[in-house]
């Protein structure tokens, strides 16, 4: 079986918490949840969670986050509820504070994982690293000189919207001749695909 893309997965991540604060300095406890959508606008999943952290321990000792959610068997159409705990840990930040991680809660060849994560993907039934869920980044199942041009329409069209001229003093701008650049990457990469799917 071949690896999961990371692009494609519904991903958890600690930067996300933080930047919505729900791990604030101090401490704290907080709800919410997350919506993932792809496709079309009724293909969506979401799931729900609570933040549990009490700052005080450096260590990250019982630091929580609870994860709940919904899953329904795309078969059977029967739908199963989770609801289980995934543990938070920290380190020392250089200037004082502390950075949390998720400690991946899946158990792997019979062993707990439990390794520091920034980001949980969706791996079958539940979330865990990438490693367990024998993920990749679409860059890196790429090989010889594609690796690394992963490029998206999506990067295209936001750098699109950022140009405000194409042209100054009579030269392309820089951030024009990226587009450029980037476009025939996304050129290459359709071409690419299509060899393989002509094979």
């Known amino acids: 079986m071949g690896k999961q893309e990371a692009e494609w997965s519904n991903r958890f991540s600690i930067f996300w918490l933080k930047k919505h604060g729900y791990?604030?300095?101090?401490?704290?406890?907080?709800?919410?949840g997350i919506t993932w959508t792809w496709g079309a606008s009724d293909n969506k999943s979401s799931m729900g969670f609570t933040v549990a952290t009490n700052n005080q321990d450096i260590s990250g000792n019982g630091n929580y986050v609870e994860l709940r959610y919904?899953?329904?068997?795309?078969?059977?159409?029967?739908?199963?509820?989770?609801?289980?705990?995934?543990?938070?840990?920290?380190?020392p930040c250089n200037y004082?504070?502390?950075?949390?991680?998720?400690?991946?809660?899946?158990?792997?060849?019979g062993h707990y994982c439990g390794r520091r994560v920034g980001v949980l993907y969706n791996v079958g039934k539940y979330f865990g690293c990438r490693k367990c869920g024998d993920i990749a980044y679409s860059a890196q199942m790429k090989g010889g000189k594609?690796?690394?041009?992963?490029?998206?329409?999506?990067?295209?069209?936001?750098?699109?919207?950022?140009?405000?001229?194409?042209?100054?003093?009579?030269?392309?701008?820089?951030?024009?001749?990226?587009?450029?650049?980037?476009?025939?990457?996304?050129a290459d990469d359709w071409i690419m695909m299509a060899r393989c799917f002509s094979r």
Do not use: H
Request: glycine letters at 10%.
């Open 96 to 109: 004082g504070g502390a950075r949390y991680w998720f400690r991946c809660p899946l158990v792997r060849n």
């Open 146 to 186: 594609y690796r690394g041009r992963s490029v998206t329409e999506s990067d295209v069209e936001r750098l699109e919207k950022e140009i405000k001229r194409n042209v100054y003093n009579g030269r392309l701008t820089r951030k024009y001749r990226r587009l450029i650049r980037m476009k025939a990457a996304l």
């Open 70 to 91: 919904t899953r329904t068997d795309r078969w059977t159409q029967e739908k199963e509820a989770f609801e289980y705990k995934v543990e938070l840990t920290t380190t």
């Open 23 to 32: 791990l604030p300095a101090g401490g704290g406890w907080g709800s919410g």
